[in-house]
């Protein structure tokens, strides 16, 4: 990719007080012929070379283009295992739009794990609330689980986090045969306007009758 080429794709990039240009004279100035293709080319590429700056630029481009489908849930799944890129957030919110539910155990890697770039700034864990919200989102029953495991969470805001999305998600699958998990997490829910109370009650919370016992990776 020359000079030239990467302020182009930068220029396809959506934030506030920029209008992006639009997919046609990308093409044409580029030039190319298929962005998706280009944008999974480029995104391959950056991935071998472990390059954070033309990752960037490869989920630029494939997010614009549509390139980001099913097809690449493996490869982002494994990218939560990773902060070579520094993306870790994008690739959350891009596993959440995918919601495939062979991603559950990379989403809580993602919840469970804060990468050392961003140790001086993430005091509120913004990574792991955006996995959970992706777990929320997600519709294996393997995601229930680890919601549920993420209640315990020793980060109060990833504990409460947890428990308001476990608490979502299981009033609409009480018909799913729940019962017990759903009476507990009210529990826990009925708890979360004292936070004291809150995490009391979590950290005695024990595995019941509707833990499968399966975790995802520490």
Not at 61 to 77: E, K, Q, V, Y
Not at 135 to 149: C, G, K, Q, T, Y
Not at 156 to 175: D, F, G, Q, Y
């Amino acid at each position: 990719m020359t000079p030239e080429q990467r302020e182009l794709v930068k220029q396809l990039a959506r934030y506030q007080g920029h209008i992006p240009i639009s997919r046609d004279e990308f093409l044409n100035r580029y030039p190319a012929t298929d962005g998706a293709q280009l944008g999974r080319d480029l995104l391959r590429e950056a991935i071998a070379d472990r390059d954070p700056t033309r990752f960037v630029l490869a989920m630029t481009l494939g997010d614009s283009f549509g390139a980001i489908d099913a097809s690449l849930a493996p490869t982002l799944a494994e990218l939560t295992y990773e902060d070579w890129h520094q993306s870790n957030e994008w690739v959350v919110d891009l596993l959440d739009d995918l919601r495939d539910p062979t991603t559950v155990p990379a989403l809580l890697q993602a919840a469970r794990w804060l990468p050392d770039y961003m140790l001086q700034e993430d005091e509120v864990r913004a990574l792991a609330v955006k996995a959970v919200w992706a777990l929320r989102h997600n519709p294996s029953p393997d995601a229930i689980d680890a919601l549920r495991e993420l209640t315990t969470h020793e980060h109060p805001n990833i504990a409460w986090n947890a428990t308001e999305r476990l608490h979502e998600r299981c009033v609409m699958t009480t018909s799913g045969g729940k019962p017990a998990l759903l009476a507990h997490v009210q529990r826990i829910h009925a708890a979360g306007a004292d936070r004291a109370a809150f995490l009391a009650l979590v950290q005695r919370s024990q595995p019941g009758p509707f833990s499968r016992g399966r975790r995802g990776p520490t």
